[in-house]
């Protein structure tokens, strides 16, 4: 399997898990996305399936609506994804000792 390939399993794979959690429907993330609504659930299901990539511009739009940096739906590391997953959500004191942490930030 190429490093393309790979890549884009995880692409799939990440889209169709932030999107589940967030409750969203295919339809639902396509028009949150900006896709017009009679395209949005066949768009989202391609992306979700790897028949299409999507677009840098199509997948900072998706990360928007999903509330996820677009880094998230490329890292093979999993923890990584977990901490992309959740950064916003995560309290401001939590990030600052995270970042002291890893010697980031003084």
Known sequence: MSESTTYQKIFCQRLKTARL???LSQ???G???GIDEFVASTRINRYEQGVHQA???VVH???KA???PPAYFYTDDEELAQLLFNWKRIDSEVKKMI???INLNP
């Open 55 to 57: 677009s840098i511009e």
């Open 31 to 33: 028009i949150l996305a």
């Open 66 to 68: 999903l509330d996820v």
């Open 61 to 63: 739009q998706l990360a």
């Open 27 to 29: 339809k639902n993330l």
């Open 21 to 23: 959690a967030k409750g």
């Open 99 to 101: 970042m002291t942490t």
